[in-house]
């Protein structure tokens, strides 16, 4: 069998969670030794939670792209690695195979070499949806290089930020993107990102728009060109650099409650290993099929779920590099058709925005070849769940709904397609390695079921994050100290008779807007960029397709009266600071934010107003002036 540690029953789900969590190392070492090392381990786990300090594999040297690729070629080299789907239908699509995918990665890793760049050198990695994209990423590991992912929606501010932070001193973009109608000029935005950086020595610029970009001497470089001097002294193959099972593959930026995004670390062993212990059996993938992630490379699903996983499991991992909605809301349901898509896993927004469309855009499809569908990002309601298993999976597939976060590197608590059960809005159980607990606020554990409480998980899974980026200490405040000896994921949670558990939502201040992590923080101090305002509120409401929107309260005192200019204004301003993905559905102007006598805001009442709620907003009694709270339900947008 190609995996013996893939779960074939619930009875042996059971089996694998009590091994997996009376004795750790065992359980997980035998999955490693399916796996190619250069050197293997001298000690499977060491951890505390306190600092935290967590080493899986301990020892060891690998090169996680000798998994992925060169490990897959005696038996896969023809089989298709990754399939891409154009942004426009009438483009020809593309078919990787492995063999062919192991020499453009060799091939790319020659040209980061011949830039200069070395193992635990940091590269910005800001490209569209196109195979360069995952071409780049596995050459980075290839060479050892840590890469940085930013999404194509962040905004040059953003970037410049990401950059700075993690001292990056290259970045691989393209010319400009394609999503949907759109043209997003990548090259330009770099280059308002380089304005002042003195850092950053290359940029490797990969053409796909032809938008017309300029190249500074020197530092700019065009993918095509670099590979071309390769391609001429006709290498192929660049030998995989030893990596230290604790070295750090990637960082990835995230929201948290407080100030800038956080670079999360992953490192190699630990995160390939879950990865692919993960995608092979939540998704109960089967060899020769052909998996549908629908993220996008610059989040987490993406790394993990499209690239990382799927290619350590030697399957087929479908690209797409457009949006659900154009040309029409029938594009998934197409491609699902046109590839005989085994695996679809998407986000509840994309579910709920395509059920918005009616049935009309499934007319005609078949979707016979799906056999597992997914969800992931954030709580799904009952209404989608249904229309996704109802419409898409024909009532004959699974739906996994899997709960996660950047900082786990893969999915903790689902149900395991087909062989566990599902529940409508619940992940269910989690996976084996995975110890989640309820706690109160005082952090005491909450036992017994049907209960609730704030998630958090007790031991080490081996794709935990390992740090932050250049600030271990943040590291430990964010996620180990709030529970001392815990990982706090920032989640309440239910957990039913079954042991079930359902992720009910974010605890701090970080909203979930269409499956997407932004810290309302963050986003006010973007609004208090704009010269008129003075002061700035943020919270979520219940939003029918996003899942939460995002609602501003804001003390304007901005030259011209007209408030729609400046609303619009201020939506400029954000979309400059952080990207359109941090705009603002709804921005309330107001004269006073409640606020407590030593001036905190009370964000509690202004959730409750942002909700539409209009009696029970709450004891206003310890606000400096209880009044302000009418004025502002007056003003309700
Ligand atoms: O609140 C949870 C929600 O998304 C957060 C993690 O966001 P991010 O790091 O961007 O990763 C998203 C993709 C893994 C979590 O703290 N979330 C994620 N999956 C689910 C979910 N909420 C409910 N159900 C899920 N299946």
């Known amino acids: 069998m190609l995996f013996p540690y893939q779960i074939k029953s619930e009875e042996a789900y059971h089996q694998a969670y009590k091994q997996s969590i009376e004795n750790p190392p065992a359980f997980w070492s035998a999955i490693a030794e ?25 020892g060891a040297q690998l090169n996680i792209t000798e998994n992925l690729l060169d490990r897959h070629l005696p038996t896969k080299a023809h089989s298709p690695a990754i399939i891409w789907e154009p942004n426009d239908p009438e483009e020809h699509h593309r078919v990787i195979t492995y063999q062919k995918l192991y020499e453009k990665v060799c091939q790319f890793a020659h040209v980061l070499n011949n830039n200069g760049i070395k193992k635990g050198d940091r590269v910005c990695i ?9 071409i780049a990423v596995l050459a980075c590991a290839r060479i050892g290089a840590i890469h940085s992912v930013v999404f194509g929606g962040f905004s040059a501010q953003s970037i410049a930020d990401r950059l700075y932070d993690a001292q990056a001193e290259y970045i691989v973009t393209c010319d400009g993107a394609y999503r949907g109608q759109k043209d997003i000029p990548l090259k330009s935005v770099i280059d308002d990102a380089l304005i002042g950086n003195r850092t950053v020595k290359k940029v490797i610029v990969c053409t796909r728009t032809r938008t017309p970009v300029s190249m500074l001497k020197g530092r700019d470089v065009w993918w095509e060109d670099e590979l071309k001097k390769v391609e001429t002294l006709g290498l192929h193959d660049f030998p995989a650099v030893a990596m230290d099972a604790e070295d750090p593959l990637f960082i990835l930026y995230t929201s948290g409650s407080t100030g800038k995004p956080k670079g999360v670390v992953h490192t190699v062993a630990g995160y390939m290993l879950y990865t692919h212990y993960s995608f092979i059996n939540v998704f109960q993938y089967q060899p020769e099929q052909i998996h549908f992630c629908t993220a996008d490379i610059g989040w987490i699903t993406g790394h993990s779920y499209i690239i990382y996983g799927p290619l350590s499991a030697g399957a087929t991992t479908l690209i797409f590099e457009g949006v659900p909605t154009w040309p029409d809301a029938g594009r998934f349901w197409e491609i699902v058709d046109k590839y005989r898509v085994d695996i679809l896993y998407t986000a509840p927004t994309a579910i709920r925005s395509l059920m918005g469309f009616g049935l009309g855009p499934l007319h005609g499809k078949s979707l016979a070849s799906l056999k597992v569908l997914g969800t992931v990002g954030e709580p799904i309601n009952e209404e989608a769940w249904h229309w996704y298993n109802e419409q898409v999976g024909k009532k004959r597939c699974p739906i996994v709904d899997t709960w996660w976060q950047t900082e786990t590197g893969g999915i903790l608590i689902s149900n395991l397609a087909g062989i566990t059960p599902s529940k409508p809005s619940w992940a269910t159980l989690p996976l084996p390695g995975v110890q989640p607990i309820l706690v109160d606020e005082k952090g005491e554990e909450i036992l017994g079921n049907n209960v609730s409480g704030n998630l958090c998980i007790k031991t080490p899974w081996p794709s935990v994050l390992r740090t932050t980026y250049g600030d271990h200490e943040r590291c430990r405040t964010n996620y180990f100290a709030t529970y001392p000896n815990l990982y706090f994921t920032g989640d309440g949670a239910m957990r039913d008779e079954n ?5 009910t939502g974010r605890v701090d201040d970080v909203l979930n807007v269409s499956g997407h992590r932004i810290g309302t923080a963050e986003v006010e101090n973007a609004i208090n960029m704009h010269a008129g305002v003075v002061e700035s509120a943020v919270v979520g409401y219940p939003h029918d397709i996003k899942g939460q929107g995002i609602y501003a309260f804001v003390i304007y005192s901005g030259a011209h009266g007209d408030e729609t200019l400046s609303r619009k204004d201020i939506l400029t301003t954000v979309t400059r600071i952080i990207g359109a993905i941090a705009k603002p559905d709804k921005i309330q102007f107001v004269s006073v934010l409640p606020k407590t006598r030593s001036g905190k805001i009370m964000r509690r009442i202004l959730r409750k107003i942002a909700e539409g709620e209009t009696e029970n907003i709450g ?14 339900k007056r003003g309700k947008l």
Request: no cysteine.
């Open 126 to 134: 800001y490209m569209g949806m196109i195979p360069e994209l995952a």
């Open 499 to 503: 042991g079930f558990y359902r992720i």
């Open 34 to 58: 399916h796996f190619t090392w250069k050197k293997k381990w001298d000690d499977v786990l060491t951890w505390n939670f306190s600092e935290p300090n967590v080493q899986w594999f301990k």
């Open 619 to 632: 004891d206003t009694s310890t606000l400096l002036d209880p009044s302000v709270v009418e004025e502002i």
